[in-house]
């Protein structure tokens, strides 16, 4: 991997089993005015930086979706959506267990 890529720990089991509490992330950070499309990122919301799930809708709402179940999904209205602060998309992921899954095969292990 090239050492510009940034990595973030997961503290929670929210996207379990995506990813579990204690397993990292190497992210593609965003740039100014980057088009963003449904898919997996760090984001920040209300002060917590945190891996969800984004998808948009046809009429501009847009959800993040937590893949355990005890957190669903969120919902942002098109106007809503300001509130949500996007950090990096997620290219990688290493698991507690030493194994790992590239997300997209450009990036190199």
Same mark, same amino acid.
């Given at each position: 991997?090239?050492?510009?890529?940034?990595?973030?720990?997961?503290?929670?089991?929210?996207? +379990?089993?995506?990813?579990?509490? /204690?397993?990292?992330?190497?992210?593609?950070?965003?740039?100014?005015?980057?088009? *963003?499309?449904? /898919? *997996?990122? #760090?984001?920040?919301?209300?002060? +917590?930086?945190? *891996? @969800?799930?984004?998808?948009?809708?046809?009429?501009?709402?847009?959800?993040? #979706?937590?893949?355990?179940?005890?957190?669903?999904?969120?919902?942002?209205?098109?106007?809503?959506?300001?509130?949500?602060?996007?950090? /990096?998309? @997620?290219?990688?992921?290493?698991? +507690?267990?030493?194994?790992?899954?590239?997300?997209?095969?450009? #990036?190199?292990?």
């Amino acid at each position: 991997m090239t050492p510009t890529k940034n990595i973030f720990l997961i503290e929670d089991d929210n996207m +379990k089993p995506f990813v579990s509490k /204690g397993d990292l992330v190497v992210f593609e950070p965003m740039a100014l005015n980057q088009r *963003v499309y449904n /898919g *997996v990122y #760090i984001v920040e919301y209300r002060g +917590k930086k945190q *891996v @969800v799930r984004v998808q948009f809708l046809i009429r501009g709402d847009m959800l993040l #979706i937590f893949d355990n179940k005890e957190n669903d999904t969120i919902k942002f209205k098109y106007h809503e959506r300001g509130r949500v602060i996007f950090i /990096g998309h @997620v290219v990688a992921r290493y698991f +507690k267990d030493g194994s790992y899954k590239i997300d997209y095969p450009h #990036i190199e292990p």
